[in-house]
């Protein structure tokens, strides 16, 4: 589960609500509600079984209607068609840092995809999103 | 009106018991007689006996433990009762009201005829009341307790003459003292001398005889109602449809929220009540995330609830109350206030009425070095967001229950597997020492003291590791962005 004295890192879990929902079509209910009022500006949400084309649209018009980001987490390869963007996310070892991410973007519905890696400043409380030149690590991954 | 066996009548109403009974009550640590039926005053029982004397008096006394909360909430329900022989109408002690029937005794036919009717149909209710009637509240007081009956209007002292003087509401010892006097009733008191019984007992008693005979004004004060947030309506003909039932509630929640918004509360929870033609009751609970009285807000609230009951043959008469209210004082609205939070308490309350408004939740900092009682989870409608949250050491993001791996040294494994995935140790940082809290008992801190250990694989994945020293072993139990 997730704990939130170590998000509060990066952020402060005021912000957050949490809602302990049965089943996931309780989950995909409460998610889809929450998109479209548009009060809170990020949704999370997690799945178990993949979502079918009508669950994964639903959920895109919703949030396009209440103009909130959607973030649904998905074991590998249960990704929606209806999705705007895809991304993996695998935290990457560094010789000089601990927060060191690689951040692919596997999907892209209006954009071409790339990668990147991205380190959490903590002084500035941001990401950094471009390594430092000549310290890329495994420039296999690096953006192009 | 007097009600002497309030509390026995009150028990007696719901289980009726022939032969001497009585209502105990733990007075300095013993049991007493509360209150008790005629039948066991004639078995010689009284009032303030104990327990075990009365029980050897009498060993067929039935008892029950005494309620004097339940006897004070019935005496409210007899005081609503009694409003409907006029609108004044006060609590007196204990086991008594006082009603100001001036100006309505003639709609039940004169004073007598009242005061008949009165006792008819307390004694059908079952219970025994002694109802004195006069000019003023202190004769009225006087004939309830001492002499049941009514004084002729302007000669209040004609009928209280004979009466004792502890009808006076004095207290006992001033009554033991006149009675030393050789001022047993009223009318003594009335003949002796005022100066000295002034100065002898205070201006109190004087004060009390002029108030049983209409020399001093004494007013009644009647108890206010409690607000009532409800609203019914019946219908002509049964509905069935959605539609129907929601125009139903519309118009009643136009009401109930017009009586909240008068008063300046707001509903916090609803329960919608539909009564169907076969008698069949059906409710809707809703409960709010917030105070509100905005009609429109909480009707679409109640789509899900009442799309889910089954009409049946149809439904003809709806009630609507608000079970659960809060104050809610008019706000100022500026644009510094854009309303973002009742955007958010609506939106808590329409995910609520679908999972459980106490499965909507947020987090809320607990003071503990153990990294599970760091934080406490709390239902999001009855909390505030609130406090710092403080990270000394680095934390991981998520925390599941401990998961055993390989290895018995003190220091972190160079390779160990966890969830079928080979590792192999890049960094680690530690150890940092949690020592159990041994004043609450867990049962995953059995093995004692942790190191815990921040452990960044060369795979990527940094994980919160832990070794028990006194019980060699590690395990993973977290894991960092």
Request: glycine letters at 10%; hydrophobic letters at 40%; one cysteine or more.
């Amino acid at each position: 589960m997730i704990n939130p004295v170590g998000l509060s890192v990066f952020f402060d879990p005021a912000h957050l609500l949490l809602a302990q929902t049965g089943d996931q079509t309780e989950t995909l209910a409460v998610a889809e509600e929450a998109l479209r009022d548009g009060s809170v500006p990020l949704v999370t949400l997690e799945i178990t079984r993949p979502l079918n084309l009508r669950e994964g649209r639903r959920l895109q018009l919703a949030a396009k209607a209440g103009n909130t980001t959607g973030l649904c987490l998905i074991p590998e390869g249960m990704g929606s068609n209806a999705a705007e963007t895809r991304w993996h996310c695998t935290p990457v070892f560094d010789a000089g840092d601990s927060t060191l991410m690689r951040w692919k973007i596997i999907k892209n519905k209006s954009g071409t995809l790339g990668s990147w890696h991205v380190r959490w400043n903590a002084t500035s409380h941001r990401l950094d999103v471009v390594s430092p030149a000549g310290e890329r690590p495994g420039s296999a991954g690096a953006s192009d | 009106m007097w009600f002497p066996r309030l509390a026995s009548d009150r028990v007696l109403r719901a289980h009726p018991i022939d032969g001497p009974f009585a209502l105990t009550l733990r007075q300095a640590n013993a049991e007493r007689l509360y209150c008790l039926n005629p039948e066991a005053e004639r078995q010689g029982l009284h009032r303030e006996m104990p327990f075990a004397d009365a029980r050897a008096f009498c060993p067929a006394l039935h008892s029950r433990p005494a309620d004097p909360v339940g006897d004070a909430r019935f005496l409210h329900v007899l005081r609503r009762w009694a409003t409907r022989y006029c609108p004044w109408v006060g609590i007196e002690g204990d086991d008594g009201l006082v009603l100001d029937i001036t100006g309505s005794a003639h709609l039940f036919g004169g004073e007598p005829m009242m005061l008949s009717d009165m006792r008819q149909r307390l004694n059908r209710a079952g219970l025994t009341a002694r109802i004195g009637l006069g000019d003023t509240r202190g004769a009225a007081w006087a004939l309830a307790r001492f002499g049941e009956g009514r004084a002729e209007t302007g000669q209040p002292l004609d009928t209280l003459t004979g009466l004792p003087v502890a009808a006076l509401r004095l207290d006992g010892k001033t009554v033991i003292a006149l009675q030393r006097l050789g001022l047993r009733t009223i009318g003594d008191l009335e003949g002796a001398a005022r100066a000295p019984l002034a100065r002898r007992f205070g201006l109190d008693l004087l004060l009390r005889l002029d108030q049983a005979l209409g020399r001093q004004p004494e007013q009644i004060a009647p108890l206010a109602d409690p607000p009532h947030y409800a609203a019914r309506m019946s219908l002509p003909d049964p509905i069935g449809l959605f539609d129907d039932v929601m125009a139903g509630t519309s118009r009643l929640l136009d009401r109930l929220c017009a009586r909240l918004k008068a008063r300046e509360t707001g509903a916090r929870a609803l329960r919608l009540t539909l009564r169907r033609v076969d008698q069949e009751a059906l409710t809707v609970e809703l409960r709010l995330a917030g105070p509100l009285r905005d009609a429109a807000r909480i009707l679409p609230l109640f789509e899900r609830g009442v799309g889910e009951i089954d009409a049946g043959y149809g439904i003809d008469q709806m009630r609507l109350e608000a079970t659960q209210v809060e104050p809610l004082p008019v706000h100022q609205i500026s644009h510094m206030s854009s309303g973002r939070t009742d955007r958010l308490n609506d939106l808590i309350s329409r995910i609520g009425t679908r999972i459980g408004l106490e499965n909507v939740q947020r987090f809320l900092p607990a003071d503990s070095h153990i990294p599970e009682r760091g934080f406490i989870i709390a239902a999001a409608a009855c909390s505030k967001p609130g406090g710092p949250w403080v990270a000394l050491r680095p934390r991981p993001v998520r925390l599941f229950p401990p998961e055993p791996i390989a290895g018995t040294r003190p220091r972190p494994p160079e390779r160990f597997r966890w969830r079928r995935i080979s590792l192999t140790t890049a960094r680690a940082t530690g150890p940092e020492r949690i020592a159990p809290e041994w004043w609450l008992p867990d049962e995953n801190w059995r093995s004692g003291l942790r190191d815990y250990w921040h452990v960044e694989t060369r795979q990527g994945r940094r994980l919160w590791l832990f070794y028990t020293p006194q019980n060699p072993g590690w395990f993973v139990q977290g894991e960092f962005a």
